[in-house]
C-alpha cells in the first residue's frame, strides 16, 4: 500500500529547495557585496561624469545633461593642437621614467649597502634615512628652490629630475628585503668570486623583481602627480608638466572650458592606470617581505 506524503512535508521540501537555490545564488557574505558595490558605485560616478563632459561643450554642461555629447572632437583639437597637451605629457613621461629609474637604481645601492657592507656609523645613517621619511618635500622644498636657482638649473629637465632621484622609501624598502634573503647567498657569491655588484646583478636583482616592480609603481605615480615642485622651478611653458599644463585647458577665449579640461584630466589620468595594471601582480606581492621570497 503506497503512503501518501503530508501537505505539511512537501511544504517543507519546497522550502528546502527554495533554501538551497537562494544560498546557490546569493553570495555567503551579500552584505559586504552590496558594501562594495555602492562604494565602487559613488568612486566611479566622478569618473564617468568626467568622461560625459568630455564630450561636451559648454551649453551642454550648463545644462546638466548627463548624455554623451558630440564636441569629443572640438574639444580633442582644443587640448591637442591649440593647448599643447601632447608637449606637457611628453615633458611628465621624461620626467617620470628618469625618476622612477633613478630612485630604482640608487634605491638598490643603498640596500646593498646597508646589508652587506660594514662601514662606520652605518646604523646612523640609516637611521637618518628614516628620519627623512617623515619630511614631506613641502618642508624643504623652499630651501630646494633656492638652491637649484642659485646653481642655474632653473627651467631645466635637471631641476625636475635631480632632486627626486633618491627616495628613503626606496632605501628602506630593499634594505628590509635584502635582509630577508638568506646570508648564505651572499657567502657563496663570494666563494664564487663575486664582487659585490656581480651580486647585485646576477643574484639579487633576479629575485627581486617584485619588490622592484612594486617601489616602480609607487614612484612612478608619484613623479607623475607632481604639481607644486614643477610649478614653482619651470616657468618655460614649454617644460611644463601635464599637471601644471592642465591649467592651460582651463580657460578659453572667454570662460572656462570645461570640455577641453575634463578629456585632458581624463587621459593625463590614463598613464599611472596603465602601469598599475600592467605592474599589479608585482605591487600586490612586492611589499610582502618575508624569507620565503
Known amino acids: ?26 553570495p555567503k557574505r551579500w552584505y559586504a557585496h552590496i558594501i562594495l558595490s555602492i562604494s565602487c558605485l559613488v568612486l566611479g560616478i566622478p569618473l564617468f561624469y568626467s568622461i560625459i563632459v568630455a564630450t561636451q561643450n559648454n551649453s551642454d554642461v550648463y545644462s ?7 564636441s569629443l572632437r572640438d574639444n580633442w583639437k582644443m587640448a591637442f593642437e591649440m593647448r ?13 621614467v628618469a625618476i622612477t629609474v633613478g630612485k630604482t637604481v640608487f634605491s638598490l645601492l643603498a640596500g646593498l649597502a646597508f646589508v652587506y657592507f660594514r662601514f662606520p656609523g652605518k646604523w646612523l645613517v640609516f637611521g637618518f634615512v628614516l628620519i627623512t621619511l617623515m619630511m614631506p618635500t613641502e618642508v624643504f622644498i623652499i630651501a630646494l628652490f633656492r638652491y ?3 646653481i642655474g638649473w632653473a627651467n631645466t629637465y635637471l631641476a625636475l629630475i635631480v632632486p ?21 647567498l651572499s657567502e657563496a657569491a ?29 614612484q612612478s605615480i608619484y613623479a607623475w602627480n607632481m604639481y ?16 601644471v599644463g592642465l591649467s592651460a585647458l582651463r580657460t578659453g577665449d572667454a570662460s572656462t572650458q570645461y570640455g577641453p579640461l575634463m578629456l585632458g584630466a581624463v587621459i593625463a589620468s590614463l598613464p599611472p592606470v596603465i602601469i598599475f595594471i600592467l605592474l599589479q601582480k608585482q605591487f600586490m606581492s612586492g611589499f610582502t617581505l618575508t624569507r620565503d621570497k
Do not use: C, K
Open 1 to 26: 500500500m503506497t503512503s501518501l506524503s503530508s501537505p505539511t512535508t512537501s511544504a517543507q521540501a519546497n522550502v528546502s529547495s527554495l533554501r538551497r537555490t537562494l544560498r546557490a545564488w546569493i
Open 228 to 243: 607644486t615642485w614643477p610649478n614653482m622651478i619651470i616657468s618655460d611653458p614649454s617644460l611644463d608638466v601635464v599637471q
Open 84 to 96: 599643447g597637451l601632447h608637449e606637457y605629457m611628453l615633458n611628465s613621461v621624461i620626467m617620470t
Open 64 to 70: 546638466y545633461q548627463f548624455t554623451f555629447g558630440e
Open 164 to 184: 627626486f632621484m633618491a627616495s628613503a622609501t626606496g632605501a628602506f624598502l630593499f634594505r628590509q628585503h635584502f635582509a630577508s634573503i638568506p646570508a648564505e
Open 190 to 218: 663570494q666563494l664564487d668570486g663575486a664582487n659585490p655588484l656581480q651580486f647585485l646583478l646576477r643574484v639579487l636583482i633576479p629575485i627581486s623583481w617584485n619588490t622592484i616592480g612594486a617601489l616602480a609603481v609607487v
Open 148 to 150: 637649484i636657482n642659485r
